[in-house]
């Protein structure tokens, strides 16, 4: 149910009495309602700015459709691609031993130890992905940071935008 839309120009109307009804009257009922019309339209508008925001996530085609939906004057569309990163597995050789606080591992055919984890590995940011803007839209500051805050605010905080012109 939709009790949250009142048509106010017509409530004035139907809640004078019938021997009241009178132009001049009614129009000065409705001007007296204008407070609360303009409030009325701006909760509307701001129900439906939060259900829009609610009905996007971080997923790749919300993402896109976001981007697409705030620079409609563009020559071509934003596309999202996974950042190329490889990582490097390694595993201890003798996992009984000391199986939670081995730091260090014998690499295998030498008498070296290498480190699981330093400094590096545990401050690496996380998987990037690629967001590939139109040349335009590239090219304006403005028009990039609206950009870089449109995707910060519905990406996961594990990920890492990249941004490039196509």
Sequence with gaps: MRQFLINYKKLVVLLLPSMMRKPFIVVLLQIATIAIRLRHSDFLTNRSSNLYRLNH??????????????FSTRSC???????????????????????????????????????????????????????????EVFSDLDSMNR???????????????????F
């Design 57 to 70: 996530t971080g997923q790749v085609c919300y993402l896109r459709a976001l981007l697409n939906d705030a």
């Design 147 to 165: 950009v870089k805050n449109i995707v910060n605010t519905y990406k996961l905080l594990s990920k890492r935008p990249e941004y490039i012109s």
């Design 77 to 135: 569309d934003f596309t999202i691609t996974d950042g190329n990163t490889v990582s490097e597995w390694r595993y201890a050789l003798d996992e009984m031993q000391h199986p939670y606080d081995q730091l260090m591992v014998m690499e295998e055919g030498s008498a070296s130890m290498v480190e699981l984890w330093n400094e590096e590995h545990i401050l690496m940011e996380t998987t990037p992905f690629t967001v590939s803007c139109p040349p």
